[in-house]
Nanobody, 115 residues
Framework: QVHLVESGGGLVQVGGSLRLFCTAS????????SGWYRQAPGRQRELVAT???????NYADSVKGRFTISRDNAKNTVYLQMNNLKPEDTGVYYC?????????WGQGIQVTVSS
């Protein structure tokens, strides 16, 4: 059974930093494209950043230059370093791992940026 577990969220002030972790089990993580998504209250889930199996990355325009996605296949972990956080970054952050037609999600973790 596949599990994705997020950690590292919490409350931070504007301009602060957080690092999110997502650890996968039950799957050959190195074969998976992975990414982070977020959902703010009353809004749809949106893409934040993705990283493919070769390490190529893609970012939402709203986080470019502030967030960095990376992965460590030996640890089955994908990271999201978030710097210069803004109130609009507040939401539940979800980790995703995708392999061919299968897509797996973590349970989500809250990130709150206070002004």
């Amino acid at each position: 059974q596949v599990h994705l577990v997020e950690s590292g969220g919490g409350l931070v002030q504007v301009g602060g930093s957080l690092r999110l972790f997502c650890t996968a089990s039950g799957i050959i993580f190195s074969n998976c494209n992975s990414g982070w998504y977020r959902q703010a209250p009353g809004r749809q889930r949106e893409l934040v950043a993705t990283i493919d199996t070769r390490g190529s990355t893609n970012y939402a325009d709203s986080v470019k230059g502030r967030f960095t996605i990376s992965r460590d296949n030996a640890k089955n972990t994908v990271y999201l370093q978030m710097n210069n956080l803004k109130p609009e970054d507040t939401g539940v952050y979800y980790c995703n791992a995708a392999f061919i037609l299968e897509s797996y999600w973590g349970q989500g973790i809250q990130v709150t940026v206070s002004s």
